[in-house]
């Protein structure tokens, strides 16, 4: 059965009559148009039976609605809005109960609020966390989520988008009582009570949270106090501000000067941006292999001392380690630079002695390859190791070139990979895929790469998309201070756009000095076209990747979106325009790729690349 097929919202009655509204929305309940609608007619049908006496709003899966469908941000509002279904729910004359369990994030938790109380299961989180999409709770968040815990705990909610668990939701007068088990029947009990007990309370009439007008505005005070002097993201602010107007305004102007604020915001280039770097890291994990079956990983070796860097990471992972170097000065120096990282880490506390301790023993120095045999993946710090790490393993365990690609002809070709773990910064690595390398290594190197805390970015080729892309934009900015413009100049236009490490070079001078605004188009449009030809030759799958490769590998900010994004919003056709005109300067720079008179002739824009087949 299709999704589109497929009853988004069931409704199962009890002898009892309690009417339960069952999400079903895999995979995490989002509240899309169908749901709404689901939940809207639910309603419907509770008003008109009167056998109905209270309802139960739960969901099947793995989560209560983990929030909003974000796809339809942007996109034409189909009623009913969620706002407005919140409002239904809250006004129900029979009791509506919330069974929280899995996530109640953004829009899930919205419309929990506006039930009449909420049963969360021991294991749920809680949270708003539309700051990160530099949004804020537009369903009615803003105002009912500090009547029930005050401005502090609201705004600490809203303000750093962090959900908390249901026992903490519970200490703070977020949810009103916590199960172990036996959810859906504590739920239905609940709204029998309250249907025994008369008309329940709506969430806007309730008042603990603003008890103590003068602790509420103090609050207030605090937050916009601790706001960044100078920021981008206009949703903290405004977050504070709808928190206040709950204080100060009636309900329903409250609504409406929340609902007014998130359109604002919902119209930022910022928030088109944060939306954009959300899918990119959603699509990241949607490539050829993504549907192979990762190999386990016990004991990883690491051969060569160049290699030691990456030891720590792998103990603190929790793998076994064998570090292999044949000459044994360097062995002794790669395991005292070890233990000098560890040790470092232990008077910085973020180590313990015990943890240390474990991690040493799980560390096994070796001069000879044979001890190869009993890992499952070996780590090359030197090409010149793989025909004896190939001689010493077993078919099917992964050898991954350290920084380079992969590629091996013969029977062991499926197995060889290139990792790219230590250049990019904590964030992000590359898993370089070479013709011939099987799905099941592919997917092994992607799972060892997520369980040490990075995002995986598959591509094509050694190199690198973050030092190619950055070369571009650096040699743009070249070009510009070698013709007159101050460099200082350039880099804070650069950093202002939150494009930082560009400017490398030295003054020089030229007849026209560009405006910031564009010399920041010329390194942009660079580095967009840079892009573009990694996209042609197959480097990369989309443009996304390269987006969110900067933003993770090059400290690019997230609000920028990355230089395909701004390329995409601007235009393509005045990407091309430019790049023409500017190619006369320097073609090397600015030679507009194929694959752009391509795109703007099929008049197609980087949705060609949004989803890459999957095995």
Same mark, same amino acid.
């Given at each position: 059965?299709?999704?589109?097929?497929?009853?988004?919202?069931?409704?199962?009655?009890?002898?009892?009559?309690?009417?339960?509204?069952?999400?079903?929305?895999?995979?995490?309940?989002?509240?899309?148009?169908?749901?709404?609608?689901?939940?809207?007619?639910?309603?419907?049908?509770?008003?008109?039976?009167?056998?109905?006496?209270?309802?139960?709003?739960?969901?099947?899966?793995?989560?209560?609605?983990?929030?909003?469908?974000?796809?339809?941000?942007?996109?034409?509002?189909?009623?009913?809005?969620?706002?407005?279904?919140?409002?239904?729910?809250?006004?129900?004359?029979?009791?509506?109960?919330?069974?929280?369990?899995?996530?109640?994030?953004?829009?899930?938790?919205?419309?929990?609020?506006?039930?009449?109380?909420?049963?969360?299961?021991?294991?749920?989180?809680?949270?708003?966390?539309?700051?990160?999409?530099?949004?804020?709770?537009?369903?009615?968040?803003?105002?009912?989520?500090?009547?029930?815990?005050?401005?502090?705990?609201?705004?600490?909610?809203?303000?750093?988008?962090?959900?908390?668990?249901?026992?903490?939701?519970?200490?703070?007068?977020?949810?009103?009582?916590?199960?172990?088990?036996?959810?859906?029947?504590?739920?239905?009990?609940?709204?029998?009570?309250?249907?025994?007990?008369?008309?329940?309370?709506?969430?806007?009439?309730?008042?603990?949270?603003?008890?103590?007008?003068?602790?509420?505005?103090?609050?207030?005070?605090?937050?916009?106090?601790?706001?960044?002097?100078?920021?981008?993201?206009?949703?903290?602010?405004?977050?504070?501000?709808?928190?206040?107007?709950?204080?100060?305004?009636?309900?329903?102007?409250?609504?409406?000067?929340?609902?007014?604020?998130?359109?604002?915001?919902?119209?930022?280039?910022?928030?088109?941006?944060?939306?954009?770097?959300?899918?990119?890291?959603?699509?990241?994990?949607?490539?050829?292999?993504?549907?192979?079956?990762?190999?386990?990983?016990?004991?990883?070796?690491?051969?060569?001392?160049?290699?030691?860097?990456?030891?720590?990471?792998?103990?603190?992972?929790?793998?076994?380690?064998?570090?292999?170097?044949?000459?044994?000065?360097?062995?002794?120096?790669?395991?005292?630079?070890?233990?000098?990282?560890?040790?470092?880490?232990?008077?910085?506390?973020?180590?313990?002695?015990?943890?240390?301790?474990?991690?040493?023993?799980?560390?096994?120095?070796?001069?000879?390859?044979?001890?190869?045999?009993?890992?499952?993946?070996?780590?090359?710090?030197?090409?010149?190791?793989?025909?004896?790490?190939?001689?010493?393993?077993?078919?099917?365990?992964?050898?991954?070139?350290?920084?380079?690609?992969?590629?091996?002809?013969?029977?062991?070709?499926?197995?060889?990979?290139?990792?790219?773990?230590?250049?990019?910064?904590?964030?992000?690595?590359?898993?370089?895929?070479?013709?011939?390398?099987?799905?099941?290594?592919?997917?092994?190197?992607?799972?060892?790469?997520?369980?040490? +805390?990075?995002?995986? *970015?598959?591509? !094509? @080729? &050694? #190199?690198?998309?973050?030092? $190619?892309?950055? /070369?571009?934009?650096?040699? =743009?900015?070249?070009?510009?201070?070698?013709?007159?413009?101050?460099?200082?100049?350039?880099?804070?236009?650069?950093?202002?756009? +939150?494009?930082?490490? *560009?400017?490398? !070079? @030295? &003054? #020089?001078?030229?007849?026209? $000095?560009?405006? /910031?605004?564009?010399?920041? =188009?010329?390194?942009?449009?660079?580095?967009?076209?840079?892009?573009?030809?990694?996209?042609?030759?197959?480097?990369?799958?989309?443009?996304?990747?390269?987006?969110?490769?900067?933003?993770? #590998?090059?400290?690019?900010? $997230?609000?920028?979106?990355?230089?395909?994004?701004?390329?995409?919003?601007?235009?393509?056709?005045?990407?091309?325009?430019?790049?023409?005109?500017?190619?006369?300067?320097?073609?090397?720079?600015?030679?507009?790729?194929?694959?752009?008179?391509?795109?703007?002739?099929?008049?197609?824009?980087?949705?060609?690349?949004?989803?890459?087949?999957?095995?």
């Amino acid at each position: 059965m299709s999704v589109t097929e497929r009853q988004a919202v069931r409704l199962d009655r009890t002898e009892t009559g309690v009417l339960h509204v069952v999400i079903d929305n895999p995979p995490v309940n989002a509240l899309s148009h169908r749901v709404r609608a689901g939940i809207g007619h639910a309603l419907d049908v509770a008003h008109a039976d009167h056998l109905v006496r209270a309802i139960v709003l739960r969901a099947e899966g793995r989560s209560f609605p983990a929030g909003a469908d974000i796809a339809e941000f942007g996109l034409p509002p189909q009623p009913p809005l969620l706002p407005d279904l919140c409002a239904r729910i809250e006004s129900c004359p029979k009791p509506v109960v919330a069974a929280i369990h899995g996530s109640a994030l953004g829009g899930g938790l919205e419309l929990a609020l506006a039930a009449h109380r909420r049963i969360a299961d021991a294991q749920s989180r809680l949270g708003l966390p539309e700051v990160s999409l530099g949004l804020l709770p537009g369903a009615g968040g803003t105002q009912r989520t500090p009547r029930l815990i005050g401005a502090e705990q609201a705004l600490r909610l809203m303000l750093s988008g962090r959900p908390v668990g249901a026992a903490e939701a519970l200490a703070m007068g977020l949810v009103d009582r916590v199960v172990e088990d036996g959810l859906a029947a504590a739920a239905e009990a609940e709204a029998l009570a309250l249907a025994e007990a008369g008309t329940p309370i709506p969430t806007r009439d309730r008042r603990e949270g603003m008890r103590d007008a003068t602790a509420y505005q103090r609050a207030v005070a605090a937050a916009r106090a601790a706001l960044p002097k100078e920021g981008r993201l206009q949703a903290p602010a405004r977050i504070i501000d709808c928190v206040e107007a709950a204080l100060l305004l009636p309900f329903g102007q409250g609504l409406a000067f929340e609902r007014a604020a998130f359109e604002d915001l919902l119209a930022t280039s910022e928030a088109a941006a944060l939306r954009h770097v959300f899918f990119a890291e959603r699509a990241l994990s949607r490539f050829p292999e993504s549907g192979a079956t990762p190999r386990p990983l016990r004991t990883i070796a690491v051969a060569g001392a160049a290699g030691v860097e990456q030891v720590l990471p792998l103990l603190q992972a929790g793998y076994s380690v064998i570090l292999i170097e044949p000459a044994k000065s360097q062995l002794v120096a790669a395991l005292e630079l070890v233990a000098a990282r560890q040790q470092e880490l232990v008077t910085a506390d973020k180590l313990t002695e015990a943890q240390r301790d474990a991690d040493w023993v799980r560390l096994k120095p070796a001069m000879e390859f044979g001890v190869a045999a009993r890992v499952e993946m070996v780590l090359l710090a030197a090409p010149e190791h793989l025909e004896k790490a190939a001689e010493a393993t077993a078919p099917g365990t992964v050898l991954a070139h350290l920084g380079k690609g992969g590629g091996l002809d013969g029977p062991r070709g499926a197995d060889v990979l290139g990792l790219t773990l230590g250049t990019l910064g904590p964030r992000l690595a590359e898993v370089i895929v070479a013709p011939g390398c099987a799905p099941e290594t592919v997917a092994t190197a992607v799972a060892l790469v997520r369980h040490l +805390g990075r995002s995986a *970015l598959r591509v !094509a @080729a &050694p #190199g690198g998309v973050v030092p $190619r892309v950055l /070369a571009a934009g650096r040699g =743009a900015a070249a070009w510009l201070v070698e013709r007159g413009m101050d460099a200082g100049e350039l880099s804070a236009a650069l950093q202002a756009e +939150g494009l930082p490490g *560009l400017v490398r !070079a @030295a &003054p #020089g001078r030229m007849p026209r $000095r560009p405006q /910031a605004e564009e010399a920041l =188009a010329r390194c942009l449009s660079a580095m967009a076209a840079e892009g573009l030809r990694l996209i042609a030759r197959g480097v990369v799958a989309r443009p996304s990747d390269i987006d969110l490769a900067m933003i993770l #590998g090059a400290g690019f900010a $997230r609000w920028q979106g990355g230089p395909m994004h701004w390329a995409e919003r601007r235009g393509l056709l005045i990407l091309r325009r430019d790049l023409r005109a500017w190619s006369a300067d320097s073609a090397d720079l600015w030679q507009p790729p194929p694959l752009l008179d391509d795109l703007v002739s099929a008049g197609n824009g980087f949705q060609t690349f949004a989803r890459p087949s999957a095995a």
